[in-house]
Antibody, heavy 118, light 113 residues
Framework: QVQLQQWGAGLLKPSETLSLTCAVH????????WSWIRQSPGKGLEWIGR???????DYNPSLKSRVTISVDTSKNQFSLKLSSVSAADTAVYYC????????????WGQGTMVTVSS | DIVMTQSPDSLAVSLGERATINCKSSQSVLHSSNNKNYLTWYQQKPGQPPKLLIYWASTRESGVPDRFSGSGSGTDFTLTISSLQAEDVAVYYCQQHFSSPITFGQGTRLEIK
């Protein structure tokens, strides 16, 4: 049973860099797409970007200038960095696995609430 | 970007009755190479991540009750719950993965009448 466990700082000040990591337990890392998705309080879902085991990335243009997604295949982990955060980046951040080599999100992390406040 | 628009925004249905949620994409998500619709449905309950219900527009995820079904093609899609149960109270989202960036509908809140 594949599980995603995520962690990272939950409280940031404006202009700081958000950093989250997602560990993949119980399954292969290769052959899947690994995404970060966020959900602002009371709002819908926004896809941030994704990475493959071979470090191929695809980012949402709305965030691309501030986002870096990286992978550590030796640890079966992938990470998100979002620079220059503001209050607008306050959200629950999820990691997710895309199935069948597609962005069909069948497995999700538990979510991390990140608050940006001075 | 492909814009996904769901209707209605909220819906109240009696237990045992049918619930229907619509999703419209701003351009077709039907891929000609494999004749598949790149359209997915999720269910989200409070405090939980979304749960995959339906993919390729009409394929039910393993373990999802058969009262959930998806239909549609091209730009117009429907999620149907044939007989609403109390545990189906949730927010439902459609999502397209036809082109990047991946986009979601705004969500439909389903409640018991």
């Amino acid at each position: 049973q594949v599980q995603l466990q995520q962690w990272g700082a939950g409280l940031l000040k404006p202009s700081e860099t958000l950093s989250l990591t997602c560990a993949v337990h119980g399954g292969s890392f290769s052959g899947f797409l690994w995404s970060w998705i966020r959900q602002s309080p009371g709002k819908g879902l926004e896809w941030i970007g994704r990475i493959t085991h071979s470090e191929s990335t695809d980012y949402n243009p709305s965030l691309k200038s501030r986002v870096t997604i990286s992978v550590d295949t030796s640890k079966n982990q992938f990470s998100l960095k979002l620079s220059s955060v503001s209050a607008a980046d306050t959200a629950v951040y999820y990691c997710a696995r895309g199935r069948e080599g597609r962005n069909i999100f069948g497995i999700w992390g538990q979510g991390t609430m990140v608050t940006v406040s001075s | 970007d492909i814009v996904m628009t769901q209707s209605p925004d909220s819906l109240a249905v009696s237990l045992g009755e049918r619930a229907t949620i619509n999703c419209k994409s701003s351009q077709s998500v039907l891929h000609s190479s494999n004749n598949k619709n790149y359209l997915t449905w999720y269910q989200q309950k409070p405090g939980q991540p979304p749960k995959l219900l339906i993919y390729w527009a009409s394929t039910r995820e393993s373990g999802v009750p058969d009262r959930f079904s998806g239909s549609g093609s091209g730009t117009d899609f429907t999620l149907t719950i044939s007989s609403l149960q109390a545990e189906d109270v949730a927010v439902y989202y459609c999502q397209q993965h036809f082109s990047s960036p991946i986009t979601f509908g705004q969500g439909t809140r389903l409640e018991i009448k």
